[in-house]
């Protein structure tokens, strides 16, 4: 008894903690649920690059990512997905057709002299630009479409400012083909400074670029489609033959993140490798809603209908198998929001099918008492090998559907995947609820007088 | 009630395999029609299918169904090839176009050109899906290999459970499933247009995952009556355990069918499918584990047993390989 009302305070605690979670933690909906853009890119090997590989990746994804900022979406998702393609989520985007178009092209990297006497006005637009960047950071988190849409306009004016500042280079432009490599390395006083290395050709451009600059103050800008990624100043001592031997360093107050992630946004501009969009799945908003909806109502329709048959054919052990049903239902959602797991339509499919696997548990305990009932013992002992006998049966069919899962999980792809996880936290889930839940609370049952009658847990038992 | 499952069991394997023959022959059919058992949709195929729906909320937009006749006027002045338009809705308010693969400005081209001529199209109800041919292949590969680790690893799990003819059983009856799920959607794609999508090889997977359940439980009366009674008959014993299951077999097939049958009743259009395939599926396995891999079970010990019964079983593993 004294274990049982432990047990009883444990699940409440746990169903308090649950609701807390529910309540507290957001639901992260798919794509499909909340309307929204998902798009597949596959980078392709080019003549010069043949084999993609990590590196080359890693520089396509921080090249979209840049892009993906560009559209001004809220909480977009970029990641890389086996080893050549980058997915991108664009959630509730109002124009796909754009955002396609803009994440498609290859990546375009360029190196412009600084107009003469705009010094004054250059440094006025990054300031304001960098004040754009911090709100939209701000924005992202609140989800306000239209204030997102309202500065990502003022940031695009704020660009094309900046942009009217510098020359196009001429006569030959200095672009992101002639760079081999750039990347991040310590400077002897202990901070970061990040290399550039030009081939043969490239590195005769820059020198020619940087004599011009050096010592005028005028500034090198290093554009990535057509944003100002960053603009050093060439100094005074290259003025005699700008710049030599293909490589430079690129010094000002880095840390080891931001060398590294500008050498990264370099070597993207610098891959001259092709992006295509291979998968596209745009769904509106209101369409998604209208999914959510049905799916739960449906969903909610089902478990009703489970929880009468239940009742309906085990009286009192049905119904508590429906309060550790409601409790499966709380514990699986709020461990879905504590996972942070994104519902997805199959993951709701998959949720919703749990359900019946975790009825299945109960069932076969439920039978299993019956017999020992039917076979003459005792209620308590009934109550106890049921639990018992079915356990093998309830161990055995749970793995085989986790051992699917894993495979699912293992080899599915995005959708999928939502599914098998889904599934199988349901699964571990139920084995819970059904095996300690239904236990104690069945086991509390009988420990009082009035519910203990063998009658309300198998009708038409025959008298002994 | 009681089952002489052992007794009927020809019966029982004709009923299976008449439905699985019926199943193959549609998917024969299917072979020739799309080169492919099942009507594939866009996720295998590849190309892009485009959803619109009428913005009803503006005044005199939607008193008439959307003429299917000017959709396919107007696919073809794109230069696009009309396959395969159809209304959507019970107010024929929605139309799915369906095309090879359309680049970015070919899909903005063609619906502008639907919305001026047939429009307004609300955006916010608007569905694209574009799939480019390798991505299906990559989906059905990566289906088709997830479908065999699971196999594998059922098989395994079991054996050491079990025995490895329990298991080598209960995939037998995990291939049944599986074919009459797949035969029936076959069915279903050369009648009723029905095509299979990712979601389906999802759903049977999740047959796979689920209707072992129901013979993994029959399967352990079986070991857990055999270990009460070793001397026992397998036939009576099967038979015993067989209807001893019985009624849970029902009531769970019931209780994960119960939801099941809301999300096809009421469920949105993606999942109805998925939900049917799963109900023809679990129903297949109730099936199978009740009347295909206990029977066989039975029928195979019987033969390999000595007379004397009991449970001197020699080597399962050279007992699979001459089966």
Same mark, same amino acid.
């Given at each position: ?148 849409? %309202? ?37 002897? %006083? ?79 501009? @610098? ?13 509106? @908003? ?133 599914? @098998? ?23 509390? @049952? ?19 | ?97 369906? +095309? ?130 070793? +001397? ?37 259009? +993606? ?53």
């Amino acid at each position: 008894m004294q274990k049982q009302r432990l047990m009883l305070i444990f699940v409440t605690l746990l169903t308090i903690a649950a609701l807390l979670v529910i309540v507290r933690f957001p639901t992260r909906l798919g794509l499909d649920l909340q309307g929204g853009a998902q798009l597949l890119i596959q980078v392709k090997p080019s003549e010069e690059i043949t084999q993609v590989g990590e590196r080359e990746l890693a520089a396509v994804k921080a090249v979209l990512e840049n892009r993906v900022n560009g559209l001004g979406v809220s909480e977009p998702i970029v990641q890389t997905v086996g080893t050549d393609q980058i997915s991108v989520q664009l959630p509730g985007v109002s124009d796909p057709q754009q955002a396609e178009r803009v994440l498609g092209g290859t990546a375009q990297l360029e190196f412009r002299k600084q107009r003469l006497g705009t010094d004054a006005q250059l440094q006025a637009e990054l300031a304001v630009r960098q004040g754009l960047l911090a709100q939209q950071e701000q924005l992202r988190t609140s989800g306000d479409e239209a204030a997102i849409a %309202a500065n990502q306009a003022a940031l695009e004016r704020s660009n094309a400012a900046i942009q009217a500042l510098f020359e196009p280079a001429q006569p030959t432009p200095l672009t992101g083909k002639y760079l081999r490599d750039a990347g991040p390395q310590p400077t002897q %006083a202990g901070g970061w400074e990040v290399v550039l290395r030009f081939d043969a050709k490239g590195g005769e451009i820059f020198a020619d670029l940087t004599k011009e600059l050096a010592g005028t103050g005028r500034t090198l800008g290093v554009f990535l489609d057509n944003v100002l990624l960053t603009a050093p100043v060439v100094g005074p001592e290259f003025a005699e033959t700008g710049i030599t031997g293909g490589s430079a360093v690129i010094t000002g107050n880095f840390d080891a993140q931001r060398a590294n992630e500008l050498g990264i946004q370099l070597r993207g501009g @610098a891959l001259p490798l092709p992006v295509e969009v291979v998968e596209n799945r745009t769904v509106g @908003a209101t369409l998604g809603r209208d999914s959510v909806q049905s799916s739960i109502y449906a969903g909610v329709g089902g478990l009703i209908l489970v929880l009468i048959f239940m009742v309906a054919y085990y009286r009192l052990p049905g119904a508590i198998a429906d309060l550790a049903l409601v409790l499966y239902a709380l514990f699986t959602f709020a461990a879905f929001k504590l996972l942070g797991v994104t519902l997805t339509l199959p993951g709701i499919a998959g949720f919703i099918l749990s359900i019946g696997m975790a009825v299945d548990a109960n069932v076969l305990i439920f039978e299993r008492t019956r017999e020992e009932l039917r076979a003459g013992k005792t209620l308590y002992r009934s109550v106890e090998s049921g639990f018992y006998r079915a356990f093998s049966s309830i161990l055995d069919s749970n793995v085989t559907t986790l051992i699917a899962c894993a495979a699912l999980f293992w080899l599915g792809s995005g959708l999928v995947r939502g599914f @098998a996880l889904t599934l199988a936290l349901g699964v571990g889930v139920s084995m819970f609820t059904a095996l300690t839940c239904s236990r104690t609370f069945l086991l509390t @049952a009988i420990s009082l007088p009035e519910l203990r009658k063998p009658e309300l847990f198998c009708p038409n038992l025959p008298k002994s | 009630m009681k089952l002489h499952v052992i007794q009927q069991r020809r019966f029982w394997w004709m009923i299976s395999l008449a439905v699985i023959l019926s199943g193959l022959i549609a998917m024969a059919i299917s072979w020739q029609q799309f080169g492919a058992p099942l009507r594939p949709s866009l996720d295998f195929v590849g190309g892009t299918r485009l959803q619109l729906e009428r913005d009803c909320t503006q005044p005199n937009t939607c008193q008439q169904p959307i003429d299917l006749a000017k959709v396919r006027q107007v696919v073809a002045a794109q230069g696009l090839s009309a396959g395969n338009v159809q209304l959507l809705g019970a107010e024929r308010q929605g139309v799915s176009i369906r +095309t090879t693969t359309l680049t970015v400005d070919q899909r903005t081209a063609l619906q502008s050109a639907l919305d001026a001529e047939l429009g307004p199209f609300d955006p916010l109800r608007t569905q694209i899906d574009t799939v480019g041919p390798v991505i299906g292949r990559q989906l059905l590969v990566s289906g088709l290999m997830a479908l065999i680790v699971a196999f594998a690893g059922i098989i395994a799990y079991l054996t050491l459970r079990f025995q490895f003819d329990y298991a080598f059983f209960a995939i037998v009856a995990l291939f049944h499933d599986v074919l009459v799920t797949a035969g029936v959607f076959a069915i279903l794609g050369l009648t009723a247009g029905v095509e299979v999508d990712s979601l389906f090889i999802v759903a049977l997977l999740t047959i796979v995952g689920f209707s072992v359940n129901d013979t993994v439980v029959i399967y352990d009366r079986v070991r857990e009556t055999i270990k009460q009674n070793p +001397t026992g008959k397998i036939d009576a014993i099967v038979d015993a355990s067989v209807n001893q299951t019985l009624a849970r077999s029902i009531n769970t097939t019931l209780t994960t069918t119960l939801p099941l049958l809301a999300i096809l009743l009421f469920g949105g259009a +993606t999942l109805k499918f998925f939900a049917l395939a799963l109900i023809i599926g679990f129903i297949a396995g109730a099936y199978s584990s009740i009347f295909i891999a206990s029977t066989l079970l039975a029928w195979w010990r019987e033969r390999s047993e000595a007379p004397e019964g009991g449970q001197s079983v020699s080597t399962p593993q050279s007992e699979g390989e001459s089966s």
